[in-house]
């Protein structure tokens, strides 16, 4: 069994440690935007084969040597928001959640089925009371079961994953070829690269034109993609089998100033960056398109849970939300899989989680309002049964009056938003130091298990791996690991991610039986979970 373990993981064992640093003013795309989702730079070759564009002369670009790469994939951790190329969308959907995630297995290729993959035969779509559409089982669902595939209705691969990423079907692997027209963009091999060219044609030209400055952010892209196969391809796709995407919601009506003029700003990058070409709708559809995206849109992540890109999975996308979800949603390549995490009975709604769900209900409820529009009344958001345990308080001789743990919260949301915005200019010890102070303050009032404690150890996590401090790191996720996975829900994701950075630091470390045992845990959690059914 140790073997088996070592062997399946080793693939993903070298990615714990970065070969090389970083300049400082990219620690924010290294860092985690919040909480637990794990970052470590990987450096990338200069070097690679080069393909010829589809269409090219003979002799335009042929394969060249490459040299070898340093080992470990590319898997930066991208902040789920719009500020620059290669963000997150900004209704980003988190693990366990509607914005799923992870490409542990060998990819297929982009957007294939497997030949045995459960077509949704057994659910069906239905007016849910109170949420609009939803799906429903029509027949039992055993644990870990494969309810449905649903490959990508398109892709964008983040521009931080290039190189290390095949833009194409996201495999991460070695020996990656580029275009020969803009250098800019990889893949496994001809095919691949054949299959996206349909989509990397809308950029290929723009990058180079623009070079440098080609920066459009992955929900202009993704919009962009959008519209090219609405025109190329207007019948219905394999992805929308259950809902296609002109029926997404967009929520106009609930979209205040700051989100229209940010739609806005979109739209003008759309066409400054696309316009030369493709054709637009009016503006009114592209504001109705954009908010559809964002609100439907997911992020795809590697098995750490950090950002590789983004995409649209429309049938996907039919699941309401719940913070006691009866699904997951996994992802091979550009592939996401929908499996069960308890029991379905006939009749009985899916569900996922839009969000991350550590945090406290109130707290849970304002995202949801922020990205979603809605409120839940899921069992667990009506008893609030987590809460106590979520934001469980130090015990004192003087307990803190209520007030006091108030004020406290307060501050720990107001550093949590501080930190995030440092991330982009603070150096990793100044960053160490924020996470320090506010973990000493917090400390006072708050047990080590309260969430936003452990919101601040894995930032600090985050900045021992940037700054190769594996004891420091390791430090902060035993310290995680428990608390996890009491107020985690069954197979999470977020718990199987946190072994899988345990086994590889120990592992880093030279303690092999360590590493070993914490990697059988995250093996059990999610590899083996998702062979089952």
């Given at each position: 069994?140790?073997?088996?373990?070592?062997?399946?993981?080793?693939?993903?064992?070298?990615?714990?440690?970065?070969?090389?640093?970083?300049?400082?003013?990219?620690?924010?795309?290294?860092?985690?935007?919040?909480?637990?989702?794990?970052?470590?730079?990987?450096p990338h070759s200069t070097v690679f084969p080069t393909l010829p564009f589809p269409g090219a002369p003979p002799g335009a670009a042929g394969l060249r040597a490459a040299a070898p790469r340093p080992p470990?994939?590319?898997?930066?951790?991208?902040?789920?928001?719009?500020?620059?190329?290669?963000?997150?969308?900004?209704?980003?959907?988190?693990?366990?959640?509607?914005?799923?995630?992870?490409?542990?297995?060998?990819?297929?290729?982009?957007?294939?089925?497997?030949?045995?993959?459960?077509?949704?035969?057994?659910?069906?779509?239905?007016?849910?009371?109170?949420?609009?559409?939803?799906?429903?089982?029509?027949?039992?669902?055993?644990?870990?079961?494969?309810?449905?595939?649903?490959?990508?209705?398109?892709?964008?691969?983040?521009?931080?994953?290039?190189?290390?990423?095949?833009?194409?079907?996201?495999?991460?692997?070695?020996?990656?070829?580029?275009?020969?027209?803009?250098?800019?963009?990889?893949?496994?091999?001809?095919?691949?690269?054949?299959?996206?060219?349909?989509?990397?044609?809308?950029?290929?030209?723009?990058?180079?034109?623009?070079?440098?400055?080609?920066?459009?952010?992955?929900?202009?892209?993704?919009?962009?993609?959008?519209?090219?196969?609405?025109?190329?391809?207007?019948?219905?796709?394999?992805?929308?089998?259950?809902?296609?995407?002109?029926?997404?919601?967009?929520?106009?009506?609930?979209?205040?100033?700051?989100?229209?003029?940010?739609?806005?700003?979109?739209?003008?990058?759309?066409?400054?960056?696309?316009?030369?070409?493709?054709?637009?709708?009016?503006?009114?559809?592209?504001?109705?398109?954009?908010?559809?995206?964002?609100?439907?849109?997911?992020?795809?992540?590697?098995?750490?849970?950090?950002?590789?890109?983004?995409?649209?999975?429309?049938?996907?996308?039919?699941?309401?939300?719940?913070?006691?979800?009866?699904?997951?949603?996994?992802?091979?390549?550009?592939?996401?899989?929908?499996?069960?995490?308890?029991?379905?009975?006939?009749?009985?709604?899916?569900?996922?989680?839009?969000?991350?769900?550590?945090?406290?209900?109130?707290?849970?409820?304002?995202?949801?309002?922020?990205?979603?529009?809605?409120?839940?009344?899921?069992?667990?958001?009506?008893?609030?049964?987590?809460?106590?345990?979520?934001?469980?308080?130090?015990?004192?001789?003087?307990?803190?009056?209520?007030?006091?743990?108030?004020?406290?919260?307060?501050?720990?949301?107001?550093?949590?938003?501080?930190?995030?915005?440092?991330?982009?200019?603070?150096?990793?010890?100044?960053?160490?130091?924020?996470?320090?102070?506010?973990?000493?303050?917090?400390?006072?009032?708050?047990?080590?298990?309260?969430?936003?404690?452990?919101?601040?150890?894995?930032?600090?996590?985050?900045?021992?791996?940037?700054?190769?401090?594996?004891?420091?790191?390791?430090?902060?996720?035993?310290?995680?690991?428990?608390?996890?996975?009491?107020?985690?829900?069954?197979?999470?994701?977020?718990?199987?991610?946190?072994?899988?950075?345990?086994?590889?630091?120990?592992?880093?470390?030279?303690?092999?039986?360590?590493?070993?045992?914490?990697?059988?845990?995250?093996?059990?959690?999610?590899?083996?979970?998702?062979?089952?059914?």
């Amino acid at each position: 069994m140790d073997q088996m373990i070592l062997k399946v993981s080793s693939s993903l064992y070298d990615s714990v440690v970065p070969r090389q640093p970083v300049p400082g003013s990219l620690l924010a795309a290294w860092l985690p935007s919040r909480a637990f989702h794990g970052v470590q730079p990987r450096p990338h070759s200069t070097v690679f084969p080069t393909l010829p564009f589809p269409g090219a002369p003979p002799g335009a670009a042929g394969l060249r040597a490459a040299a070898p790469r340093p080992p470990g994939g590319g898997a930066r951790r991208r902040p789920c928001h719009r500020a620059g190329p290669g963000r997150g969308l900004p209704g980003c959907r988190r693990p366990g959640s509607r914005f799923p995630q992870r490409s542990r297995l060998p990819s297929p290729r982009s957007g294939m089925r497997s030949e045995a993959a459960p077509q949704p035969g057994g659910l069906e779509r239905f007016a849910s009371p109170g949420k609009g559409r939803g799906l429903r089982a029509l027949r039992r669902y055993a644990v870990g079961e494969l309810l449905f595939d649903c490959p990508a209705y398109t892709a964008v691969l983040a521009v931080g994953e290039r190189g290390s990423h095949c833009d194409g079907c996201f495999a991460r692997k070695e020996g990656l070829s580029k275009c020969g027209r803009c250098k800019q963009a990889f893949y496994c091999d001809v095919e691949c690269q054949k299959e996206d060219w349909p989509m990397h044609k809308l950029e290929c030209s723009a990058m180079c034109a623009f070079g440098q400055n080609w920066n459009p952010s992955e929900t202009v892209r993704l919009t962009a993609r959008i519209l090219a196969k609405q025109k190329t391809h207007p019948e219905k796709t394999q992805s929308e089998e259950l809902l296609a995407v002109k029926e997404f919601e967009s929520h106009l009506d609930k979209l205040d100033n700051e989100k229209r003029e940010l739609i806005q700003n979109d739209i003008a990058a759309l066409h400054h960056f696309y316009s030369k070409h493709m054709e637009f709708p009016d503006n009114a559809a592209l504001v109705v398109l954009f908010a559809q995206v964002n609100c439907n849109g997911f992020t795809i992540e590697d098995e750490e849970l950090s950002h590789l890109g983004s995409a649209i999975f429309p049938d996907v996308a039919l699941m309401n939300h719940s913070c006691c979800p009866n699904v997951i949603v996994t992802y091979k390549g550009t592939l996401a899989e929908v499996r069960a995490v308890r029991e379905i009975e006939p009749g009985e709604e899916v569900f996922t989680s839009y969000i991350d769900l550590l945090y406290p209900t109130e707290d849970r409820n304002e995202r949801l309002k922020d990205s979603y529009f809605f409120s839940c009344d899921c069992r667990e958001c009506t008893t609030k049964e987590k809460d106590g345990e979520k934001l469980k308080i130090r015990k004192l001789n003087e307990p803190p009056s209520a007030d006091a743990v108030r004020d406290m919260i307060r501050y720990a949301r107001n550093v949590i938003e501080g930190f995030r915005r440092a991330k982009h200019y603070k150096s990793p010890s100044e960053l160490l130091e924020i996470c320090e102070l506010s973990l000493d303050k917090m400390g006072a009032v708050f047990e080590d298990s309260n969430v936003y404690m452990l919101h601040m150890m894995y930032q600090a996590m985050g900045v021992c791996l940037y700054t190769q401090d594996w004891e420091g790191a390791l430090r902060y996720g035993q310290k995680i690991i428990r608390p996890y996975s009491q107020h985690y829900p069954a197979y999470s994701l977020n718990v199987a991610s946190m072994w899988l950075k345990l086994g590889r630091l120990h592992m880093a470390l030279e303690n092999r039986p360590a590493g070993v045992k914490a990697l059988k845990r995250e093996f059990w959690l999610s590899f083996d979970f998702s062979k089952i059914g």
